[in-house]
């Protein structure tokens, strides 16, 4: 297809692409059919560049403590060729300039052991940092100046796919560059990117350097900050990302205040819902998050939360899959009391459970005496774990197990909900009469629910 899209004859490349040009500005809001200059004035002054220069191999870098010891004077400007070793790392948002708040994306700033700001004007800054939020990729940043102009907020949830949004950044280095697109699409997860992803999806150009930079809509209000690309080929193929102002402005105005950001935990792991896993679970909806582990002592085991259990909504918000889940959870403070509506098996429930900042975490184990799988588990290899459960030593490429996603390195512990603590309970389980195995997996220190059928 796209050897015969450049093939194409030059008369039908002008018609297809005057074509284009005629809808694109039919559809154009009557703002945006001229020019979008009006947006770029307003917001090219708010968006910054921000140089890092690395930390060597021998610094180790101190969770929280800013990479500068003391806050730069006002108006200390610090030019690079005095400073050599800094390197374009991205773009920055100007959020507040009477305090000197700038905000970026933290992979922008992570390997920063100096950090310097240059304004659109050229004006150099030393910048601190003021506090990092990895899990959101969020980091405020603090200067001191007095030719700062902040940008507006915008709002995030009014966004509908296909507005007209604007990109403003500085990549490649070139300085600040104006980029128009769409929102192509919203809520976009399982990227890959992190515990915590609802991106704004836009086909706005974004490159290396775009990163902490603006995405706002048609008033020049930013509704995102520019995050990711997909780039098979090193540059922007019209798929691009970016954090929702919401998500942006709740982490930057609690990294002000704190410096860190306290997430609230349940002390559960959730997976999605599969339509297998419903089946097995015997529960008649097809979206949820599934509760494969229950910490021992957690407020959710204390609330009496446990596995197998189908949360459909959290504070009646619902929940349509486990980043879901965590979106909603995870921007809760530590001792709020939350409702969680589930289903266990066929009888839906209303549970509250108050938030806690516990991390509970399960040591991986070793292996020990090698059983050979039946039935269910014909072609896998198991051997007893010394913290109970049956380790996974070899999977047969074919078997069923294998087709369900089971490898080498897991651990079972339970078969259909029901405790397993050796490889002959397991088999004893596994060979009974059920159409569906439902095996507790632990994998990685976090435990799944894996359906064979």
């Not at 599934?290 to 197998?308: C, H, N, P, Q, R």
């Not at 949360?311 to 959870?329: E, P, Q, S």
């Not at 509250?352 to 516990?358: A, F, H, K, M, P």
């Not at 369900?404 to 078969?415: F, K, L, M, N, R």
Request: with cysteine; glycine share 12%; net charge negative.
């Amino acid at each position: 297809m796209l050897v015969r899209e450049l093939k194409m004859s030059c008369n039908k490349l002008c018609l297809l692409l005057a074509s284009f040009f005629l809808v694109f500005i039919g559809n154009a809001p009557a703002e945006v059919r001229e020019t979008i200059a009006p947006i770029a004035k307003k917001v090219i002054p708010s968006v910054v560049t921000l140089r890092v220069k690395a930390r060597g191999e021998d610094e180790v870098a101190s969770p929280q403590i800013p990479p500068n010891a003391r806050e730069p004077e006002a108006g200390e400007t610090a030019p690079l060729a005095e400073h050599p070793g800094f390197e374009l790392s991205g773009s920055g948002i100007v959020v507040d300039a009477h305090r000197g708040y700038i905000i970026t994306t933290y992979h922008v700033i992570a390997a920063a052991a100096d950090l310097m700001v240059v304004l659109p004007t050229g004006e150099e800054l030393r910048a601190t940092v003021v506090g990092s939020d990895p899990e959101t990729d969020i980091s405020v940043l603090k200067v001191r100046s007095t030719n700062l102009v902040e940008i507006t907020f915008g709002d995030s949830a009014k966004l509908e796919v296909g507005d007209y949004v604007v990109a403003v950044g500085n990549p490649f280095d070139l300085g600040p560059t104006v980029t128009l697109g769409i929102v192509s699409a919203l809520g976009r997860d399982e990227l890959g990117l992190g515990p915590y992803e609802n991106f704004i999806q836009t086909d706005a150009s974004l490159n290396p350097g775009n990163s902490g930079g603006a995405l706002v809509d048609m008033d020049g209000a930013l509704i995102g900050v520019n995050s990711a690309i997909i780039a098979p080929a090193g540059g922007n193929v019209g798929v691009g990302f970016a954090i929702p102002v919401s998500i942006v402005r709740t982490v930057m105005e609690r990294l002000i205040s704190e410096g860190v950001v306290r997430r609230g935990r349940l002390g559960v792991t959730v997976q999605n819902l599969s339509s297998i896993l419903a089946k097995a679970l015997d529960v008649q909806v097809r979206n949820g998050a599934v509760i494969s582990e229950v910490a021992k002592g957690s407020t959710a085991d204390l609330a009496g939360l446990a596995s197998g259990d189908v949360i459909i909504a959290v504070d009646g918000m619902t929940v349509t899959g486990a980043t879901g889940f965590r979106n909603i959870v995870g921007f809760a403070p530590p001792g709020q009391t939350v409702k969680i509506t589930l289903l266990r098996g066929r009888q839906q429930m209303s549970i509250g459970v108050t938030l806690s900042e516990d991390k509970l975490s399960t040591e991986p184990a070793e292996a020990t005496n090698r059983v050979i799988g039946e039935g269910f588990l014909t072609g896998v290899a198991f051997s007893a774990d010394p913290n109970g459960g049956s380790l996974v030593v070899s999977v047969d490429e074919g078997s069923k197990a294998a087709g369900a996603g089971i490898q080498t390195g897991d651990v079972i512990v339970s078969v259909n909900r029901h405790d397993v603590s050796s490889p002959s309970m397991l088999l004893q389980a596994a060979t009974g009469p059920t159409e569906i195995l439902l095996l507790g997996v632990r994998r990685n220190g976090q435990l799944w629910l894996v359906a064979i059928e």
